[in-house]
């Protein structure tokens, strides 16, 4: 009887551990190599059927219960989701950039700028050093570190500050794009928050050619973006309104083009906001109403 409870105890923290892992980072499809310190060789690790399977069901479980930001999952595309304490990424380990990047700006948020901006990027500690981009890797290509959830909606935490600067939350980027056109609707955004109250956004990188992009990279290769997307929604008088903005990866200073969520969707192959009844998110991101979103105030 006690070897057969043993048995069931040890079962039931296996399952306990496997969805622990797949909540927190562990990707069953997508095996770190494990170095071995005597002979410079990679070793596979063999997961149990059952244990990817209880994985796969906890990453449903991430999809489910979280908020109005998060896409829906992505197919046929390489994805890990990683929590920070102000986004969720979705980093594609091919491109060695984001997928997407999704947050909440709150008017609380934006009125704390208790903590400053740090400029310490860093590689991201929950990826192998032996697999994470580093800061070198954009040195000398011409192309800006790109913050995709950018470090002027982090001020009201130091954690999160710090966390906006891992390099899984950059993008490279185009030095004229960057300090303009991108940084402006950073600001309007936050302006936005203090209007409405909470704004949802999510942003990222178009890759045109996904399976041969142009790339960059001292000791690893970074996809370059040929264009970026963000879409933005909030909820005014108790209406869901959203909005989505393209920018070409260039110096162009064309004036910026709005588009309906639909239409950034067909552009990106990402459902954006998912958790809306269907029929919300149908009106929702079919239309938008320029008269909301004025950049200037």
Not at 22 to 33: C, D
Not at 35 to 45: L, W
Not at 112 to 127: A, E, G, M, T
Request: proline share 6%; net charge negative.
């Amino acid at each position: 009887m006690r070897n057969k409870l043993s048995k069931i105890v040890s079962g039931i923290c296996v399952l306990i551990g496997a969805v622990l892992s797949a909540l927190f980072g562990y990707r069953p499809t997508a095996v770190e190599p494990v170095p071995n310190i005597n002979e410079p060789v990679q070793t596979e690790i063999s997961i149990p059927v059952e244990q990817q399977t209880i994985a796969a069901e906890a990453s449903d479980a991430f999809y489910a219960q979280q908020g109005l930001e998060i896409p829906a999952r992505i197919q046929q595309r390489s994805e890990r989701i990683m929590q920070r304490t102000n986004y969720t990424v979705s980093f594609n380990t091919k491109w060695n950039i984001p997928n997407w990047v999704a947050w909440d700006i709150t008017k609380e948020e934006v009125n704390n700028d208790q903590y400053q901006r740090n400029d310490f990027f860093v590689s991201d500690p929950d990826i192998a050093a032996s697999k994470a981009v580093a800061y070198e890797d954009y040195s000398g290509s011409g192309y800006d570190r790109g913050h995709m959830c950018p470090a002027g909606d982090n001020h009201f935490d130091a954690t999160a500050m710090d966390e906006c600067f891992y390099m899984t939350n950059i993008c490279p980027q185009n030095h004229e794009l960057n300090k303009e056109s991108w940084n402006d609707l950073e600001m309007a955004c936050r302006r936005w928050a203090r209007r409405y109250g909470k704004v949802y956004v999510v942003c990222g990188p178009i890759v045109q050619n996904p399976d041969r992009p142009k790339t960059i990279g001292k000791w690893h290769k970074v996809a370059v973006p040929d264009a970026f997307f963000k879409v933005i929604m909030v909820v005014n008088n108790d209406t869901p309104q959203a909005i989505g903005y393209i920018f070409q990866n260039n110096a162009s200073r064309k004036p910026w083009k709005a588009y309906s969520i639909d239409e950034v969707e067909e552009h990106t192959d990402i459902d954006f906001f998912p958790s809306l009844p269907d029929e919300i998110e149908n009106m929702v991101e079919a239309n938008y109403n320029q008269n909301l979103w004025n950049w200037g105030n």
